[in-house]
């Protein structure tokens, strides 16, 4: 980091840490190579050569487990790569080097070598023979491999057949050993497949584009509305999607046209036929698979006069769905498209956008529906897009943007850019916020689709460039979060809750973790976070659940009243309420009406006050604490008051449970007859002896008492001359600022199940928390998993012990006095350690 200014350089950021990365990584220093790529892929949006960069910096560390999964990470996030597909096919797991194998084998301007290598798993993962053909200037030119046992027979089929033996070429570019090839150019004229056989075995085959199928046989027909469904396979679901249909076409005035796109599914097919002749169903049979696109604009001819919905076949309509979106249509005459809220619609979902659920029970879907219905009513919310899965569309619209385009193959996207047109000439496209509808969704996506996708995604990039910016500032801004809070405000959880309260900040992580901590079959936790700054309370239910849009302004007495009424509705086992004095009394007062209550000592925020009350040392050479640092943790009136709600909610019984050690001293010191409960229990471990090379600290938010101290440690270590590299891991409010020094890296945002093995990879001999008062119970559990010595702030005064190795600070001194202290103890483990290595060498 050190002489590089692009390191600090806020605009080219991101091109200095791939540079540094992959520097490191030449010089076979990995584990500098892991520290520069790991932030390269926490602080910005990671490509998949990021990803794969801090991979190969992982397995050179020795990091096997981080490596595998950033390869499949980079594969998931882009299986079109070449380089990501290189890696995977050496790297990767038995099925995704056969996937990346499919991937290169189909890639016409893959490398010759790396094509014999994937040719080599595709053999090994059971391929016959593979046949690789495009039409270039009315001839069809490839290549075929098979393998070098078997003498196949190449056979085209025109008007008429023809077969002939395929000779190895023995100097072809792509044989190697076990296998033959030779290279192939056939006249385009009339052929229609071609094939490797032996005998009356086919070993691999090419067939050219479908033609178009003939035009229907039928005249169009008018209607006011048509319900157009391709169908493939599920017999079960399209049963019911179509059943679901036809019960609400009366209402709706509609007519159903089901396209059946080459179903395999006999069971499906019949069924079709049955209820076609019943004449609830127009049915269309495509010759071959043409993919939703091509199926919808099969259809479209026959649907003349009036609007359209795109339904997929995995959908559950409620009923009255289409009749409520055929009058929403009509709300302004620029409306040209409608998608419903779904449990698996994009950004249309519910409870959360962008986060699938399951598919809900057929009566769960109708009281969703109505539960839209009453909440936001005829409320149309404009979208950048709308979605495939149910896609109202105007005459007006269709006959401005004319069919799908069918650009994207057999799906996904073709949807997205029929309605950035349709906006192009001046339709909205909106979400009818009244409107709920099931659907399925893919239970699976594998290694073909994301190809399929990635490959769409490209070309809707390069057609609609600016699309996934005004995509990503509508996630950000979020307009469709009140109508799904009017949702949730009427539809209380039915589950049996426990309620958990704290302030956002340290305290909310803190909650958030222990929700992620409730076992599987206690009752779910509901997060009640509130947030000083709007004097708003959010309601957040477990893993996706509802509530995920809730909140209340308890500003006045009315918001107040109401986030109690809708608390009161709840079947609350218990409440949890994480001591903070940032929570209004208003809210506290509620709280032990609704169940009973335990609170939380998560941290020592509303017992310590900042130790320089003037903002600065008045001592700052003496090794001591100032009397004005001193000061700052006397006891005060203010304390007092500060603790007051508190004593009071212990002296009605509510246990006090700490989170770690120092909570649970001063715990005892101020509520002496309060019922409290233990700590969590740590096993006893002796932490190294010797380090001093890499002090790890831990920094999950971001403050300005926490940067002060990093850049006091920064700087003692660099009056020193000391090599100590500091790691935080987590967030700075001043990233930047707090790496200038040259000798601090931070990583960004770190998951609590990632933290132990983040610490290993970046060699930490050493940990400290960034905050004197918050997280002392993460540097204890952290530090016992780990078995490293750690430094941190003593508000026992001594009373309680620290392992020798570690060492307990006064929380008294300043940050300049903390950090010398910080730099003797890491000088002196360091020390140890030579004198260690000097007597080894003697002996």
Same mark, same amino acid.
């Given at each position: ?63 096997? *487990? &981080?490596?595998?999964?950033? @390869? +499949?990470? %980079? /594969? ?8 990501? #597909? =290189?890696? $995977? ?23 010759? *070598? &790396?094509?014999?290598?994937? @040719? +080599?798993? %595709? /053999? ?8 690789? #053909? =495009?039409? $270039? ?30 000779? +190895? ?675």
């Amino acid at each position: 980091m050190d002489g590089d200014s692009l390191f600090i350089d806020r605009a080219d950021h991101g091109e200095a840490l791939a540079r540094l990365a992959a520097e490191h990584l030449r010089r076979g220093d990995f584990a500098s190579a892991f520290r520069f790529a790991d932030r390269l892929c926490r602080v910005g949006q990671a490509s998949a050569i990021d990803i794969l960069l801090r991979s190969e910096a992982a397995r050179g560390a020795g990091f096997e *487990d &981080l490596a595998d999964a950033d @390869l +499949a990470r %980079a /594969f998931d996030l882009d299986p079109t790569h070449r380089t990501v #597909l =290189r890696f $995977v096919l050496q790297r990767g797991g038995r099925q995704e080097k056969l996937a990346s194998a499919r991937a290169l084998i189909d890639d016409p301007a893959c490398d010759p *070598d &790396l094509l014999r290598v994937a @040719l +080599a798993e %595709a /053999f090994t993962g059971g391929a016959k023979a593979v046949l690789n #053909l =495009r039409p $270039v200037a009315g001839r069809l030119r490839g290549w075929a491999v098979w393998r070098a046992e078997d003498q196949p027979d190449l056979l085209e089929l025109r008007d008429e057949s023809a077969a002939a033996p395929l000779a +190895a070429d023995p100097l072809h570019v792509l044989r190697q050993d076990g296998l033959d090839a030779a290279d192939l150019s056939l006249d385009a004229t009339g052929l229609r497949r071609v094939a490797l056989g032996i005998g009356d075995r086919e070993i691999a085959c090419w067939s050219s584009a479908p033609p178009p199928p003939p035009p229907l046989d039928r005249a169009p027909e008018t209607a006011k509305l048509w319900i157009v469904v391709p169908v493939y396979e599920d017999f079960e679901a399209t049963r019911a999607c179509l059943m679901a249909t036809m019960a609400q076409l009366d209402d709706a005035r509609a007519r159903l046209v089901v396209v059946d796109d080459a179903t395999p599914n006999a069971a499906l097919s019949g069924w079709l036929d049955i209820t076609a002749a019943t004449g609830r169903l127009e049915l269309i049979r495509n010759p071959v698979n043409l993919g939703f696109a091509a199926s919808v604009n099969r259809a479209l001819p026959q649907c003349r006069g009036g609007d359209v919905i795109l339904l997929n076949a995995d959908t559950l309509p409620p009923p009255g769905a289409f009749a409520r979106l055929a009058a929403l249509s009509r709300a302004a005459p620029d409306v040209g498209a409608l998608t419903p809220w779904s449990n698996n619609g994009e950004t249309c979902s519910f409870p959360a956008p962008n986060a699938s659920a399951p598919m809900p029970r057929e009566s769960e879907i109708a009281r969703l529906d109505a539960l839209a219905r009453k909440a936001n009513g005829d409320l149309l919310i404009d979208l950048p897009n709308g979605i495939g899965f149910c896609l109202y569309i105007t005459r007006a619209c269709l006959d401005a943007v004319g069919p799908l385009p069918e650009i994207y193959g057999r799906g996904y996207y073709e949807d997205v850019e029929f309605c950035l047109r349709a906006r192009e000439k001046g339709f909205r496209i909106v979400c009818a916020a009244g409107v709920y509808v099931g659907h399925a969704g893919a239970l699976s996506f594998g290694a073909d689709k994301r190809r399929l996708v990635t490959r769409n995604m490209q070309v809707l990039r390069t057609r609609f460039p600016h699309h996934e910016a005004e995509c990503a500032a509508f996630l950000r801004a979020d307009p469709l979060r009140a109508a799904r809070g009017a949702m949730e405000r009427l539809d209380a959880p039915r589950r049996p809750l426990r309620l958990i309260v704290a302030a956002l900040g340290a305290c909310a992580i803190e909650a958030q973790a222990e929700a992620r901590g409730f076992a599987p079959d206690a009752p779910k936790p509901l997060l009640c976070l509130y947030d000083p700054m709007r004097q708003t309370v959010a309601l957040r239910g477990p893993q996706g659940r509802t509530p995920q849009s809730l909140e209340f302004d308890l500003s006045d007495a009315r918001g107040v009243a109401a986030l109690g009424k809708w608390l009161f509705r709840l079947r609350l086992t218990g409440i949890t309420l994480f001591f903070s004095t940032a929570l209004p009394e208003a809210l506290v007062a509620m709280l032990p009406a609704l169940g009973e209550m335990e609170l939380v000592i998560a941290d020592l925020e509303w017992f310590a006050r900042p130790p320089r009350p003037d903002g600065g040392c008045a001592q700052p050479l003496d090794a001591i604490p100032c009397p004005s640092c001193a000061h700052a943790l006397s006891d005060s009136r203010d304390t007092a008051d500060r603790l007051r709600t508190w004593q009071d909610a212990a002296r009605h019984g509510a246990p006090l449970r700490p989170l770690d050690r120092m909570g649970a001293f001063v715990a005892q010191r101020l509520f002496p007859e309060a019922r409290r409960l233990p700590p969590p229990d740590l096993a006893a471990f002796a932490p190294n002896a010797t380090g001093g090379l890499v002090l790890g600290l831990l920094s999950p938010l971001p403050d300005a008492g926490a940067d002060s101290l990093i850049l006091a440690l920064a700087q003692a270590l660099r009056r020193r001359g000391d090599p100590v590299l500091l790691v935080v891991f987590g967030v700075c409010l001043d990233e930047f600022a707090a790496m200038a020094p040259g000798n601090v890296l931070a990583t960004g945002p770190v998951g609590d199940d990632e933290l132990a093995r983040l610490v290993q990879a970046h060699d930490v001999t050493e940990l400290m928390s960034c905050s004197r008062t918050r997280f002392l119970g993460r540097l204890d559990a952290l530090a016992a998993a780990s078995g490293l010595a750690r430094a941190g702030f003593d508000w026992s005064s001594g009373a309680l012990p620290f392992h020798e190795a570690d060492l307990a600070l006064d929380p008294r001194l300043c940050d300049r006095k903390a950090a010398e202290c910080v730099a003797d103890w890491l000088q002196s483990r360091r020390a140890v350690d030579l004198r260690a290595a000097a007597k080894d060498e003697s002996a």
